[in-house]
Nanobody, 121 residues
Framework: QVRLVQSGGGLVQAGGSLRLSCAAS????????MGWFRQAPGKERECVAS????????YYADSVKGRFTISRESAKNTVYLQMNSLNPEDTAVYYC??????????????WGQGTQVTVSS
């Protein structure tokens, strides 16, 4: 069973940056498409970014496009979410997720533990 372990997150002022990491415990990392999701209090979980197995194709939600960057490093079985120009609306619990096959905004069945990101105004 693949495990995803997240790191990063925390408290940052508006306009600041954070990087989230998600390490996968698998020898077949390249089989998985990866996604980053977030859920704010009282809101539905949304996919903010996803990346295919090779890193050649990415998706971004409109709300983060141009500010967030998803990437993956196969040698470390790790996916990253670089978040720049953060604003208070980005405050949420962020989750990484994995699925076999093509990257998508849904269909993920392996989840990290979640990490809080709080952006102060």
């Amino acid at each position: 069973q693949v495990r995803l372990v997240q790191s990063g997150g925390g408290l940052v002022q508006a306009g600041g940056s954070l990087r989230l990491s998600c390490a996968a415990s698998t020898r077949t990392f390249s089989r998985y498409s990866m996604g980053w999701f977030r859920q704010a209090p009282g809101k539905e979980r949304e996919c903010v970014a996803s990346i295919n197995w090779s890193g050649s194709t990415t998706y971004y939600a409109d709300s983060v496009k141009g500010r967030f960057t998803i990437s993956r490093e196969s040698a470390k079985n790790t996916v990253y979410l670089q978040m720049n120009s953060l604003n208070p609306e980005d405050t949420a619990v962020y989750y990484c997720a994995a699925r076999v096959g093509y990257h998508s905004v849904d269909g993920y069945n392996i989840w990290g533990q979640g990490t809080q990101v709080t952006v102060s105004s």
